[in-house]
Structures are given as C-alpha cells and as structure tokens.
C-alpha cells in the first residue's frame, strides 16, 4: 500500500451483515447515537448464509484490511437455518485462512440482534482498532501492487 | 549469417563472461532451481549460474516466456481513456537455452510477424541476445527428447546468437552465430580467455544422435493428415487426456493467447487489457457464446494440438513442424500422453 | 453508460451537522454514469420526492440512489415514489448515511469520507440492479386442518364459514381430540361434551368441510396457494357409505378386552368399535390387531350380523390427493404416561393415575359413570394425592418448560373429588400456582377455601405401596417447603399432572410440510410476538397446543386467528411478494444438490435436462419462486456459482464491495476542499 | 478383490454379459510407466494391470463425456479412487447402479510430492487410522503467520494457470468452473500474483469436505506447488470438527452442506 | 494515438441504436478521428473487434454495406459480459473498434451471375453488407434472389430494409418463419418453414448462379446439402464462418482449423473450402 508516512493509517474495514439482525441492530446504534469508529462500511446482505466467502476474499483483493462477517445469533435466523450453515462455512474458512497465513485478527465474525446496537457498536470500535494497530495488510496488498506492477 | 566463429573458452573463463554480462547492467536470464524445478529466472549472481545444471536438465516451463509472457497488458485505460503499453525491454541476455529451444524462438516469429507484427513480442526479440547451449553433455539428452524426428538438431546453431557446446571436462566451445551475438562478446570479453578453434558443436552430432531413443520421423504425418484425422488409433492414444493446459504451456511454440479486460484492483474504472496464455485443449477454448463448441470432445483438442504443430503449421507457414522435439510436454503431462508415442503409433499403424 | 441519480439529504440537521452533503453531492457527480447529484432538505417531503421525480423523467434516469436515513424507514417510500414517475422500483437503493454514518460519527471530515464510501459503493450496486417485478402467485382458495380436536374443529368450522372449502385431517377414527374425554373444564366447571359435540355435529354436516377421520397426511408438495397434499386413508374395514352406525356389530363382537383409547386404558372396547357414543363420524372400525379374522382368520361376526352389509376385509389403506392453499397444523398434545415416572410408582401400582385418566373417572360417560373408584379394587378413595409439575419444568426430564394447564385442572380435579367424595380429602403438591387468566385465580381460591383442598408446597420424592389394614394404600413422602419439613401422606389414590407434550409424529409432520419445529418438536412459530399463529413456512399456520401448551380458550383463539390468517390469504385470486427470490442457470449446474441440503423452504427441485430425442442429459436445480423466501443460502454454497439471487445479485455484491474501496483522486479534492 | 486376476476375470464377466460398457483401469507402458486405459472389448482385459506405480485417480474420468456415454461403467479402484467414487456418489454425480468397483488393495509407495506417504486407505474400504498432522503440515504451522502467508504466496505466485490441478480432481466436477464465469469474475483469469492466490485459495475452499487426500493435484502442478497439504490440512480439520471422513459414506451429507445446532464458534463473538 | 500497436482500436462513437429484436440490437457507429473517419474503408464480408474498456472485447461482421461512407453498423446479440455491457451504451457513448479485419465476399468473381442470398436469424447481418453492395451496383449482377428465414416472426431483423428489397422489382424475395406463433396467425404474409425446405420448393437455377449462405452453423449445413441438390456446385456456394475469435490477425490460434485462420483467411469461404476443412461441420 503506497501510504504518505506522516498520513494517518485509516484503516478499511468491510462488513457482511444480515439485513434481519446486524444491520437492524447497526440501526440501533444510530438511533442511540452511539459513537463508533467510521472505519467500518457495511453492505446488507438478506442473511448470513448469503454470504459467500468469496466475498472476504474479494474485499481483501479490493483493499480491505479487515472484515467483519455478523448476522442473527444461533436460533434466531430469519430463515431459521441460514447462520448455522454460514457458521460451519465460516469456521473452515477461518481454518483455510490462518492456514495459508492470514492473520485472524483482521477478520472477524459476531453475532450481533437487532437489539444489541451496543455489541454492534463495541465490535466496530474494537475491530478498528485491532486493525489500525496491526496496521495495513501489507502482505496482502504486495500481492495487488505486484499484479498491478504487470499492467506498468 | 556469419561464418564461424569458434573459441575455446574455459570453465573459468565462461564465469568470467557472465560475471562481465552482469557488470554490464544486462538483464542476465538463465535456469535457476527453484523448488524441484529449474526455470527462467533474473540471475543477480554469477554463482547462481550452475551449468552442470543447465547441461542436464531441461528447464519445466520454455524460454518462451521471456518474450510472450504468461500475462501481458497490451494497452491500459483509466475511464475512458486509452494509453498505449510498451514492453519493457532491458537489454537481455538469455543464457542456456537448448536448440530445440531457439528454433523454437524461430517458428514462433512467424506467427508473431505474420501480416501484422505484434511489438510486444518483438520488441523483446530485439532487446535480447540468446546463448544457446548445445545437447552436448552426456545427459543433456533424455527419453523424452525427439527434436531428430521433427527436423531439429541438437547442435544446431538457428535461433542462437552464440552456441555454446562442451568441449571436453573443463571447457566449452563458444561460437558466434550472429552479429548481435559478436556484439555481446566483444562487449563483454574482456578477462575471458577465448582460444580460437575450428571445431564446431555440430561435430560432435552424430556422437548425440546415438543417445536419442526417439528417432522416427513424424513430419511426415503432414502429408497424411486426410488419412489419420479420423484415426481410431489416434482418438485411443488421447482418450485419457484430461484437458489441463500443460503441454501447451510449457511447449516452447504453443502460443494461443486470450484477451481480457484486467480490472486493476482497488480501483474503479482503471485497468489494463492483457494478453494471456491459453490453450487448445481448454473445453472453453472454441466454445462460442451460444453454446455450441465444434471441438466438443477432449481428443478431438488434443488432435488440433498434434495436428496445429505437425501439419497445420507447415501447411501455412513452412515446411517445418511447430513442435521442436524437445519433450517437455510429455515429461509434465500427467496423464503420461505423449505426442511422439501418439504420432509414432498412429504412424505404425497407418502403414500396417 | 448508465445514467444514475443521486439523491442526498440533509434530513435537516440529522445527517447534515456531522456530514457535508454538499460535498458528497459534488463528489458523486463526478462517478461515472452518475448525471445528476442534489442534495436537499428533506428529501422524504414531498417537494424532495418531486425533486426525484422529475429528474427520473427529465434525466431519464435508469438508476437511482437515495442517501439518506436507514432503509427500514423510506425505503418503500422513495421506491414507490421512483415507480410514480415511470422508473421500476426496484431500480433504487436507498444509501443509509444516517444511522449508519451521522449520528454514530463526530468529526466531520471522517464522517463525510464515511458517506461518500456508502453513497459511492451503492451507485456501483445500483449499476446492475434489475428491473424486478413482484411475484404473483395464484392462489387455491381451499384449506387443510391437520387435527381434529377442539382447535381443529374451530378453525375448519371458521374457515368454512368464511366461505372456503376445507379438508381435515384426523388420525383416530373420530374427531374430538382431548376435549371429547375430559370430564368438566376449568373455570366454569361446564361439562366439556356438551359444549363440544355440537361442534363436532356441526363439522359432520357442514357442506364445506371434507372430513377425513382415520386418515394421515402422506406427504406435502408445493407451495403457498398451491400445495399438493397426499392423504393416506387408513383401511377402516367398514364402508362407511353404507355402515348405518347401528351399532350390531360392536354388540356382537367377541373380542371385548381391549383397552380403550379414549378411556385412557381405564376402560375397554370391542376390535370392532366407536371409539365413543358422539363419535364423528359415527361409524366403526375394525382394529386388525386385535380382529379375530384377522389374527386368526376366523370369526366375521361382524359381517354376518350387519345388515346393510357394510364390513370390508379386504380394504385397503387409499392415497386421496387434494389441492390446497393453506394448511393449519392443530395436531395438539398428549401427556406423559404415568410409566414415565417410575419414582412416583407409575406403570407400578394401578391407582398412579394420570390427569387425563382422572378426567375419565370423573366423567359422566366414563367407565365409572362419573363414580371416582380406584382402579385397583374399585373403592372409593378416602385420600387423593395430585402431583403437579409431573414432569414438566424439569431439567432432569428433559423438559424445560411449564405446562401450563396443569395448575388449573389440578384445582378443578380437587373441586371435583370433593364434590364426589364427600368428606374425601385432596392434597395437592405445587410449585407454584400459576392462575393467571379470567376468573382462574377465583376458581383456584375456590378449591382451597370452599373445597378444601390441601395444597402443600413442595416436590414429591416418592411413592411406595403399603399395605395397611389388608388395602393397599399409596405412601406419598414429599416436603413441604413452606414449612420446611417432610411430608408423608397415606393415600389411596395419586393423579399426576405429567408433562404436556406435542403429538407422537408432529415432527414427522413437520418435515412432510417443511416447517420448523423447536427442540420439544413444538412447531416454530414465524415470530413469538408478531406472528404467533403463523409458521416460517407460506401459508403453513399454526393452532393450538402443537406450538405449545395451550388450554381450552387458548387454543380455539388460536384457531381462530389461524383461520383468520388464511382467509387474509385467500381473500386474493393471487398472492404478490417480494421478487427476491433464488434463479438458477441450468448451463452452469451441474446437479451437485448442496442448495437442496441447504434451502430451509425445499425450494430447490430436481429438473432434468433432455436433449431432442428425450435422453436425459443432466439433472440440475430449479427454483420454485413461490417457496423461495429469499435467504440466499442456495448461492452461497454453490461452487460453480450456478445460481444468484434477484435483488442481491453476485454482481450487485461485487460492486459494492469495489465501490466501498475505491476512492479516486477527484474525491479527495472534493473532501479536501 | 484380491488379485489384478480377479480383477480381470470380473471385468471380463462384466463385459460379456454387456452388464458394464466400459472398464477403466491401469494399463502397462513402454518401460516401467503405466497409465488409464478403458477397455470394451472383453478379450483385451488381460490388459489390465496393477502394480505399486499405480497412482492415478480413476474417479476422474467417470465424469468424461466421452466415457458416460458408454453406459455402465466398471473401475478398479484403490482406497482413494474408492473414496472418490463414493463422493460423486454423494454428490449426485453418479448413481451407484451405474458404477462397478473393482476394488484393489494398494501399495503404492508414492511418486513425486510424496503422494502416498499420508496414505490411510491403502484398503480401499476402510480407512487405517486417524488424519496425522504429517511433517509438511507441522511445518507450515510452526511458521509464524507472515512467514505462511509469504510461503502460500510465493507457492502460489508460480501457477501458470495450466488448471491441471483441476481437471485431474474427480471431485472439480463444475462443468464450468467458477473462475471462468464473467459476471462477475470473482477470480482473475489472469495468471498474476493476485489472481493465483484468489484461485488456489478458491479451489482449496470448494475442496473442503469433499477431498479424499489422493494427491494428484500437487502430483500434476507442473510449477510444484503444495496443493496437497493445503488440501491435507483442510480434510484434517474437517475429520476433527465434524469427524467426516470424504467418501467414505455415499449417504453422508458433505459437512458444508449440514450443521449442528451446537457447532463450535469459539471465533465467534 | 498509436500505431504499431496491432491491439489499439479506434475509438468510435455510437450515434444510433436499434431495437432489431428483444436481445438483437445494431449500432451505428462514426469514428472520432475526421481523418479516420474519411478514409476507412471495407470490403463486405469483413468483421471488426468491438471493445469496451474495463470490459473487454466482441467480434461481429459489419452490417453496413461498403458503399455507405462514414460510419459503419453491427449487430449483436447478448450472450456475454460484453455483450451486456454494450447493450449498456447510449448514443453518443464511446466504443473501441479495432479492424476490418478477414477478407471479403468475392464480388468481383459474382459480377453477370445470378445471385441468391439465403440468411438465417442473425446471419442475414454480414449478407446485408453485401446484399446493399451488390443493389448499389445492381446493373452489374444478373437475378437476384433473396430468401430469408427466422425462427419467429419476433426474430427477424432489419424489417425495413427487408421491406425496401422486398419493394424492389428487380429483386426476388421471400421470407419465412421456422414457426407460426398463434399471435401471428393471419397476419404473415411469408412463408412457413426451415429454410432448406422452403428453398427446395423456390425453384431456382444452379445456372450461371452464385449463392451466398449466412446463419446458425446448422442452418447453414442443411442449407448446403440441398443447394447442391438443386445443382449448385460447392465452388459456387458461399459462405461465412463465425468461428470464436479473439485477436483478429492470426495471432491467437483461436480460430485456426486446419492450415486455415478464419479470421485471416476467412470469414468468407466457398463450400468447397469449408469440406476440406477439419473440425468443421460441413
């Protein structure tokens, strides 16, 4: 990532979440006017077993240096089962992940209610900060500059 | 060309040549292990250079690499402008490349000039000085070779700028084949010690030919293309063909290419338009848009491949074969197909 | 190119204070496609919507973004504004830079950097929006009730009065459920028959229903509006078109030592039987486990005796099919069985007796008449202990929840045994005592102070058998937590009030329908709150005690609502929905079927793939848009990337991913500025 | 089976009673090389051949156009051809009516990229012991988590994009596969460091579950890269959390493809 | 602008669209360069490349005939992502255009011959350039006679310059539908039938004739087969080939089928190029 060195990191952080519990939930913590880290952007999804894991990988190749993967928890699914496949998918993907050297902490999954406007604002502030001190993905990155640096 | 210009050079005194290749701030290209591999790689270090190496096993991936990449931007935009692209080409020096190999070079700049000329390639062509090594090592021959068969030699001097052959234990012999190789000699021979001679690697072949197991001529299946294109024998041969890409993309001819519209990541509405590698026997290879593929199954892809190089490439463009015999295809393939087998059989049982 | 709108608002100070719409508009004009960017006021007002508006038709716009509050508020709004001037709806996405971005962010220069990324990121999404319609799906305006107790009965006859046809389904040879059995229901104390069988009568007569007793479901295909369900009628013996109901044949059948079901095992029947004297229908059936021709191959009394010639042998189980457009799940509860509680001496001793038995005893039309006897020896019981919470709020029993009938019809069987046993005495061992509900509480204080019932706080530990003066008695050791000390009760009689629990099979039913159910294999409801009587599933609802334990009132409420909700549903020739639903491109499938494993709405189907001279190329996966609800799980786990979901494309996804990450020079002049 | 005699004399009973069109086996080369062959005519089965180099996986041609279309098909399968067969069972890529095995008991010692040394099926039916965290995984897991990413990138950065890999996978069955669809393309066609990581990562993700660990892919990469312990690890991963075993049950639903409701999610918060 | 670099295209600019169909749509298109845009020239028969950025690249024949000066048209159907995007595209919109590339309908060899042009579906687009070619220069060419056919009546393109030959007294047309859609019924004045049928009964004259046959690779080999029974010989039958196709020059070895590059070599072949050809339906 050519970043200017006195420029402030500010990190990019993408998030996948259902439109039934996080993205309500993420609703919420507007309305309470909670204050969180503008790091976080969120695309709606209708459910987390929508979530395809080709999309964090996508997000990564488009610059992102943390993701956040959030929907209803266990039991509450709007579509009653969509999260308990996307938690299996998740889990190996984490495993596949930390496997070939992406480091864990930069993304994250939750379960976030409609009701927990807190929680969601606690994991963005969290999650910002966790990247922000790990800092841009530049082992990542390298990988986009170097297939860039072949179109000169 | 120019007439012969033989000099024994020694071990020695071949380090001190790549060392002064170095120095010059060439851009210096030779096989280098990498993994289980030895493939084309920027040689920083003269040591990195270890010609027993090189003599002995061929490299997996051709030397064609060097001037048609694997991917390449022909043109880049951002919104909706256009600019153009020009290659990069650093002065190259290409060392240790086999015959088969800069024949190779030769078959494929017929393609590549053909009625339109593509400067990516070419261009390449121009900035780079290949030094061939002959197949002059006890070993630099192996089961797989057949350049005999298809008209090639493995002495041969065409496509090189300099040849270089074994001379004994602890020197070789440099000839010069073309200006652009006298060129990079005089520029870079001072501390080599070059001892003229009136040997050439092309004495030594009749010596070479006994190591090749492969000696049948295929060319001839150019001429009775109509009598084996339906051959049963020949959809028996290809029947296992699995249609990966291997054997055209480590053939030092194959040249088929793709164009796509590169997005640069992290971007909205730059990229580049890039050339890149494809292959016949891909299914989606001819496969049109509305679903109809004229080349539906594996073995009639794998027929277009042998055919392309030993009769269609002859038929247009020379009397010589696209393939050069230098076996890489079948050595990677892992399926074990073998286009000399193949054609060899095919061959047989034409006749029989 | 595209030609897109962007459409900021101020919403006043909301979104304005923390972000500078002006420069978001400045910045989105420079996106490509984008013709138009304005920002405003109150954008959801009317001359903000007419700003919109006109410029969807002056611009000629085939985009739109709205970047303003969450879409859960205007949404819709601006959608059916964009339709109002000629654009298809679904052509507009609404950007959330209110709670998402104003009102959770402080510094300014950040949060517009934050609004510009949303608004940028929704216009690349907006780029590969489809014009969308709703779906229609029509609609067969004819019920199914599986369940023939007293929700059943309710919803059917609502259903049926409200003008449709109806189907119900029964599993036993009569309907009448649970109700039918019980003796008087809490807290009038009217006999639960009388009110009862003229229902029943009503749903025997009634010209819209279809009755099938003795019948299962078979299976379930199809969809809201358009099931189509198999029925398995179960081989009766009897042509019931031409049994008079006479009654002969019961009469003379030999075999009579059979346990009754109805009679809850206290009572006996015959092989050929009514299970009871209203049954609907009131016409026999041969129970061919017990039959003498049929276990032995000799008797046919039955044939020789009945006149109009009704008995049938040879019958057969038959598959009746019927179209459906809803179906109401009422298949009720059963209790525990007194054997389930060793520790209590159930199974052990004859007068461990559960409360639906009690009912029997109690009955008029029971096997005692209505006299309380012991079933052991026939006496009447001077002492008689009633354990409530048999079962249910134990962990240890596997079930967590309060059965919820059992406080009330413990006090009344204690009302009742005073009212017969004068003198008698009623223990009751509780909990809690949970009255609530219109006079429950009074009828409770009722037993205790009026009809003097014991009632003792505490768990019982055990019951053993004593003999004391040549009778058996029952020993209820328990503790009394009020008072904290050890009880023990010599008693001729214990009733426990076990555990509520749905239906053997309601889970197999569930998975025929394709529903959901919990744990305890209740059915789920859509929303606990919002939408009790419905199911996750379209036009599946739910009645009565199979979603959970319900009394009497409760459950014929709950019927009613379930058959409120299907006429909703069938007041319309055609249903519209949502178009977010699932497509697959066949080119791409390959069959692999990993979107059947995953649809909770068994969406997906088998189609297969011919080529002209009818070969079957390959089978893939097909939608059925009108069970698709939408989640998208079938795309997810589809490796070739076969099939995608309309209003949530790959593509749409893709795009914004892109558009959220990409900042150009242009923009960060505009920020700078 | 116990011997490539029975074999041969089963796959000729097969043929002459027109019970199989088509026997695929090994079929010996010039010098020590042996390779597929299909055999239709019941007099050549003495063709079939099976020794310790016999390493292919069978199970992919079953998916060849040009051999469906001789009906029923027989195959001599070792351990993990068996378990390739039994997955696109599973998979509805095959029904069992269709397929005969011939099962052969391997010894395979293992060609190039150490193939057959993680073996556990060498008996096609039943699987010797539990997954070992084999010495090239323990190796990647030892490296601190840069070091990995910068192994798995540099591996990956020399894929040519010939797809070998993939077409010699019984189990990449997609008739089109994921990276040749355009809109959108998920993953570059283009053979840079990006687009190679994307697909290697992909292809690893859509293995999960459904590898049977029979190394051809990493035994065909032509640029040697370590597919198989990528693939390795994930079949590993997924015997210990949801203690499937690919191929090894017909009947057994793929792990992605089912939960349970108390599914670990320990990385959850 | 650029060159030597074989891959550059033009820029053009679309300056109209037509709906020919629901999915077939045609574009006009000028160049942007005045000096360009005065002396590009064509030969009909020959195809283009048209590319959007960020997209990629499409080949089709040009539509247009020869003799139009300034611009150029094409027609396309959307199979693909670039397909899609340019049905994107509005008037005045951008388009990359790299070509003519192939050779040509042999004109010359078809001038004192009766000509029949037979075209199916969307392969009545590169006969149209030649159709307009030989009307501009009718006084040189003997009968002709057009027979076109279209799955439906919804499928026809180009109605009104099908209308115009069929106006023409010095032009035999007929037209035809594989099928009747019931909304049509009554209303077809054409006939109803594959075209190899309907051609069989129109009897016309293998005589000193030229045919030119386009369309779907089936419609084509069908329509062959009964050419040569109405005495057509192969060499007097011509065709084109729409091979996949990516460069353009005879580069990229897409296209190559036997010692033949169609994008070089062809598109236009004789029937007697296209049987000696390997791997061709014919």
Known sequence: ?152 | MKSYNSSIVTKQGLKQLIENILAHKYRLLAPKKSGEQLSFETILRAEEVVLNQLLRTMTTLSPKEVFFPRTEPVLRYTGQEMHDVEPPTPETVLFGIRPCDARGLELLDKVFTWDYNDKFYLKRREATTIVTFACSDQASVDEHCFCLGVGGDPTASSGSDLLLSTNGDDAFLLEVITEKGERLLNSCKEGVELQASDKRAADQLEAIKDRFVRKQDLTEVRHKMPEYFDSDQLVQETYRCLGCGICAMSCPTCHCFDIVDEPKAGTLGEGARVKNWDACSFALFTKHAGGHNPRELQCQRCRQRYFHKLAYYPQKFSEESLCVGCGRCSRSCPVGLDIYQAVTHVLGKGRA | MARIGVFICWCGENISRTVDVVKVAEAMAGVPGVVTSVEYKYMCSDPGQKIMKESIKNDALDGVVVALCSPLMHEKTFRTAAEEAGLNPFLLEVANIREHCSWVHENKEEATKKAIAITRSTVERVRYNLQLKNITVPITARAMVVGGGIAGIQAALDIANGGHEVVLVERTPSIGGHMAGLSETFPTLDCSQCILTPRMVEVARHPKIKLYSYAEVESVSGFVGNFEVKIRKKARSVDTSSCTGCGICQEKCPQKNIASEFEEGLGKRKAIYVPFPQAVPNKPVIDRKHCLYFTKGKCKICEKVCGPKAIRYEQEDEIVEERIGAIVLATGYETLPATFFPEYGGGRYPDVITGLQFERLASASGPTSGELKRPSDGRRPETVVFLSCAGSRDLAKGISYCSKICCMYVAKHAMLYQHKVHGGKAYVFYMDVRASGKNYDEFVRRAIEQDKAIYVRGRVARVYEKEIEGVKKLVVKGADTLLGEQVEIVADMVVLASAVKPSVGAAALAQKVGTPYDQHHFYSEAHPKLRPVESNTAGIFLAGAAQAPKDIPESVADASAAASKVQILFSRKEMERDPYVSMVNSDRCFGCFSCEAVCPYRAISRKEIKNRSGEVLKVVAEVNAGLCQGCGGCIAICRAKACDLAGYTDQQIFSAIRGFNTTSTYEEEVVKK | ?269 | MCTNNIYYPYQMKLTEIRDETHDIRTFKLEHVDPKLKESFTFLAGQFGLYSILGEGEATFCIASAPTKQGYIECSFKKVGKVTTALRSLEVGDLVGFRGPYGNAFPIEQMLRKNILFVGGGIGLAPLRSLIDNVLDRRAEFKAVTILYGARSTADIIYREQLAAWEARSDVRFEKTVDQLRPQDEGKWSGHVGLIPHILSKMSVSAENSVAVVCGPPIMIKFTIAELNRLGFNDSSIITTLENRMKCGFGKCGRCNIGGTYVCKDGPVFSASDLKGLPDSDF
């Open chain 1, 1 to 152: 990532m050519s970043m200017n060195m006195n420029m402030k990191f500010e990190p990019k952080i993408m998030a996948f979440v259902c439109q039934w519990c996080t993205y309500t939930g993420a609703d919420l913590a507007g309305t309470s006017r909670m204050q969180y880290s503008p790091y976080v952007k969120i695309i709606k999804l209708p459910c987390t077993g929508r979530i395809d894991v080709q999309f964090i990988v996508k997000a990564f190749e488009e610059g992102a240096d943390g993701v956040i993967v959030s929907g209803c928890h266990p039991g509450d699914c709007h579509y009653t089962s969509g999260n308990y496949y996307a938690r299996r998918r998740f889990e190996m993907f984490h495993e596949l992940m930390s496997f070939v050297g992406v480091d864990m902490r930069r993304i994250q999954f939750a379960w976030v209610s409609a009701a927990e406007g807190r929680k969601w604002a606690e994991l963005v502030n969290e999650v910002s900060k966790r990247v922000e001190e790990l800092g841009p993905f530049n082992v990542f990155h390298a990988l986009r500059e170097q297939a860039n640096e072949l179109n000169p």
């Open chain 4, 1 to 269: 089976m116990n011997s490539i005699h029975e074999v041969r004399e089963e796959a000729r009973k097969l043929l002459e009673e027109k019970r199989v069109g088509m026997v695929i086996g090994y079929g010996k080369g010039k010098g020590k090389k042996n390779y597929p062959i299909f055999i239709t005519d019941p007099q050549k089965v003495e063709e079939l051949h099976f020794e310790s180099d016999c390493f292919y996986n069978l199970a992919v041609y079953l998916r060849k156009p040009e051999v469906c279309s001789h009906g029923k098909l027989a195959i001599v399968v070792k351990g993990c051809d068996a378990r390739s067969v039994r997955g696109l069972f599973s998979e509805n890529q095959l029904k069992s009516e269709e397929v005969v095995m011939l099962e052969l008991k391997c010894d395979a010692k293992g060609i190039g990229r150490d193939k057959c040394t993680t073996c556990r099926v060498k008996n096609p039916l039943t699987p010797e012991e539990k997954n070992p965290i084999d010495g090239e995984i323990a190796k990647i897991l030892a490296m601190p988590m840069e070091e990995r990413f910068r192994f798995f990138a540099e591996e990956f950065k020399r894929c040519i994009r010939c797809y070998a890999c993939r077409q010699i996978c019984p189990h990449c069955f997609c008739k089109t596969c994921i990276v040749e669809k355009s809109e959108p393309q998920w993953i570059s066609s283009t053979p840079s460091p990006l687009g190679n990581w994307s697909w290697n990562f992909t292809r690893a993700f859509h293995l999960i579950g459904r590898c049977v660990e029979c190394g051809e892919c990493a035994r065909a990469c032509p640029v040697g890269i370590r597919l198989d312990i990528l693939n390795r690890y994930l079949a590993k991963s997924v015997e210990e959390k949801y203690q499937f075993i690919a191929g090894m049950d017909e009947k057994a639903a793929p792990p992605l493809t089912t939960y349970k409701q108390n599914d670990n999610q320990d990385f959850i918060r």
